[in-house]
């Protein structure tokens, strides 16, 4: 099994819709989360951190459950801007950052 | 501030060549990652350098080798190039604790 899985799309939305994407991770020792985002042929830059306790960054929603070991993004009110590769990272106590394979969302107009 | 700067940005070379990537990392970060991302994957951990050393590596041959200099920045050699080795090649800096990376850009390589 894959250290970090997630459902790779693509996820065709209209704009203004409400997207969630999920990503389970095997390794229960994982210590910190994050999304990164990546658009075609750039670099991925961070979008959020994801704590314990669920945060919101604006339109964004990021949710851990350590107990399912799965970690969550919603996008609400989608802009075509938000059309991306979403990348789901984790990281464990002291080593590097492991990174799914992505997940791609189109946001159409 | 500058960020994290790769160079070259694209690289063409004949398989068997080998091959030198450069990085500067983010100011006021002191540990360089590699990542090899090929197309429609997820970056893969390469090795990761701390205090001019190796401190850890992903499932790379030892064709992939690197080396870290007093200032922190870095070099990713990769030797006896293979087709296969095409891909997006990733630097990151980052300065501990648990915060994200800072990547660079990138250097694409393509081995023909």
């Known amino acids: 099994r894959k250290e970090v899985e997630q459902d790779p799309g693509p996820f065709n939305v209209p704009e203004g819709a409400t997207v969630a994407f999920n990503c389970t991770y095997s390794?229960?020792?994982?210590?910190?989360f994050f999304w990164y985002r990546q658009d075609c042929r750039k670099e991925p830059k961070l979008l959020m951190s994801v704590y314990s306790s669920g945060n919101e960054d604006g339109r964004f929603t990021a949710q851990l459950n350590r107990a399912s070991q799965y970690i969550s993004l919603l996008i609400r009110d989608s802009k075509l801007s938000d059309s991306a590769t979403y990348l789901c990272v984790l990281r464990n106590y002291g080593q590097n950052f492991v990174f799914g394979p992505g997940t791609r969302l189109s946001v159409l107009p | 501030d500058a960020g994290v700067t790769q160079s070259p940005t694209h690289l063409i070379k004949t398989r068997g060549q080998q091959v030198t990537l450069r990085c500067s990392p983010k100011s006021g970060h002191d540990t360089v990652s590699w990542y090899q991302q090929a197309l429609g994957q997820g970056p893969q951990f390469i090795f990761q350098y701390y205090e001019e050393e190796e401190r850890q590596r992903g499932n790379f041959p030892d064709r992939f080798s690197g080396h870290q200099f007093p200032n922190y920045s870095s070099e990713l050699n990769v030797n006896a190039l293979l087709l296969g080795d095409s891909a997006l090649y990733l630097c990151?800096?980052?300065?501990?604790?648990?915060?994200?990376?800072?990547f660079g850009s990138g250097t694409r390589l393509t081995v023909v």
């Open positions: 990151a800096s980052s300065s501990g604790g648990d915060y994200g990376y800072t």
């Open positions: 390794n229960s020792a994982s210590q910190s």
